[in-house]
């Protein structure tokens, strides 16, 4: 009995080191991890591009370098784009419709709280690294003067959504309990080729444009998850901009 005991008792021991580990694989494959934010550049005739690719949840240190990185370029006229979709607490339909497209509930307190809720006491515990959520812009040194958001809105996404692939419909599901839940419909699998096409390649074209359009600024850095960095550098190659160097202050 003892033995069995026992047994019983490294299967669960193994179980939970097996999990513990693919948090942290998961963790440190998204950057969550990271301690220094890696820039990049692209140049044209007339414009500098610098890339400063963000993750939401990170280490305090990797905010510190952003900061660090953020405070440098603005000491020499770079102009900030950043990435910030908005919405209103009154569009209840609107973001009940970016919760059915995005398969996950919103969170009260940002990235954090949605992983609290998610891994149990322990679990944290686990955690490699001590992590936060992303501090808002202001604290990063962006303001009004210096920068400006390029991003869709909620009522934008959701637009697009239903232009390209029609009505997004509700279903009763949907409604029986707040946006900070998850739903029974949630639990059906996501559309990854329409997740990608609104949610990344949608919002990457609005960068691109805007920029194109951009006649006052020569010199600009796009402060934007790193998902979308690729997508928009592959955007502005195809249109003349070619790779500078890896930014390494």
């Known amino acids: 009995m003892k033995i069995k005991t026992m047994g019983i008792t490294l299967v669960i021991l193994l179980f939970l080191s097996c999990k513990s580990f693919l948090i942290n694989t998961a963790l440190e494959k998204v950057g969550a991890y990271d301690e220094r934010v890696v820039a990049s ?62 398969g996950i509930p919103f969170s009260k307190n940002g990235y954090n709280s949605l ?19 992303q501090p808002d812009y202001k604290q990063l040194g962006l303001n009004e003067q210096n920068s400006v958001n390029v991003d869709a809105t909620l009522r934008q996404i959701v637009d697009y959504y239903e232009n390209t692939y029609g009505e997004l419909v509700l279903e009763s599901c949907d409604y029986g309990n707040t946006i900070y839940e998850k739903t029974d419909c ?51 190659i195809e249109r003349g901009y070619v790779d500078n160097k890896q930014v390494s202050n």
Do not use: C, W
Request: hydrophobic share 35%; aromatic share 10%.
């Open 41 to 102: 550049e692209l140049v044209s005739i007339d414009k500098e591009i610098v890339f400063i690719p963000m993750v939401h949840l990170s280490t305090e240190l990797f905010y510190t370098d952003v900061r660090h990185k953020i405070d440098s370029l603005n000491k020499i006229g770079y102009y900030f784009y950043y990435e910030q979709t908005k919405g209103s607490l009154k569009e209840d339909t609107i973001l009940r419709k970016i919760r059915k497209i995005r």
């Open 115 to 133: 992983l609290d809720s998610l891994l149990n006491k322990r679990q944290r515990s686990k955690l490699k690294k001590e992590i936060v959520n």
């Open 186 to 236: 949630d639990q059906k699998e996501r559309d990854k080729q329409k997740y990608d096409e609104v949610a990344v390649a949608y919002r990457n074209n609005l960068v691109v444009e805007y920029l194109l359009n951009d006649n006052t600024h020569s010199k600009i850095a796009i402060v934007y998850g790193r998902n979308h960095i690729d997508g928009i550098k592959k955007e502005l």
